[in-house]
């Protein structure tokens, strides 16, 4: 990349807390895990209202996260959990920031979804949205608050764009959706040198669920 653009991306992300990163992943892959959130969401369902003895919400995803009720989302999916922590050094060279992954998130929204107003916990101190793949015939913006001007910015991605954020420190959402369905990805960061630095979320791995913590002086 060119350093001017670098130097630009990392003074825009110092100066108003987020940065849109085009093309991070590219269209086959995005497409990939797009299709992936689909066959996923899907099959859960089917082991959900089939074998329910059987079923997780901590391993296999869910459907009742109050955020996004009805939607389906999973915490730390080995695939994404994957491309986190792959993704790491490009994030911290487009944020000037060195990161500490700490857990994937990531959600199959539905039409009437909506994404209430927001700032997140420290584990998602640095956050990403990738967009993955979407059915509509509409790009879905999310909203991000600029600190400076407090301005509502709406941010259209598509599929393998992601923006990054400080999610502790901007408000970000999305309003009611109208198209069939919308795939994204949250990748969260720590900031390595700051005052949270939980690697993993807490967990003794990566792929595992949050409920999988290490114990006090492991």
């Known amino acids: 990349m060119d350093e001017q653009i670098l130097s630009d991306m990392q003074i825009h992300f110092a100066e108003h807390k987020y940065v849109i990163i085009r093309n991070f992943i590219n269209t086959d892959t995005a497409y990939l895990l797009y299709k992936y959130a689909i066959t996923q969401a899907q099959s859960t369902e089917f082991k959900k209202a089939n074998d329910k003895e059987k079923y997780s919400p901590e391993w296999d995803g869910r459907f009742d996260d109050p955020q996004s009720l009805g939607d389906y989302s999973r915490y730390g999916d080995p695939i994404m959990d994957t491309l986190l922590n792959e993704s790491t050094g490009n994030v911290s060279l487009f944020t ?123």
């Not at 509509?136 to 608050?145: A, G, L, T």
């Not at 369905?181 to 900031?191: C, E, G, K, R």
Request: hydrophobic residues 25%; charged residues 30%.
């Open 96 to 218: 000037g920031t060195k990161l500490t992954p700490t857990y994937s998130y990531w959600r199959l929204y539905e039409k009437g979804s909506e994404l209430k107003r927001h700032k997140d916990r420290p584990s998602c101190e640095i956050s990403t949205t990738l967009c993955l793949g979407y059915n509509s015939d509409y790009n879905w913006p999310i909203y991000v608050e600029n600190p400076n001007t407090r301005n509502e910015v709406p941010v259209e991605l598509e599929p393998g764009d992601m923006i990054i954020y400080r999610g502790c420190d901007i408000d970000h959402w999305r309003e009611k959706f109208k198209g069939l369905n919308h795939a994204q990805v949250f990748l969260h960061y720590n900031d390595a040198d700051g005052p949270f630095n939980f690697k993993y979320d807490g967990r003794q791995r990566l792929g595992i669920p949050f409920e999988y913590k290490k114990t006090v002086g492991e």
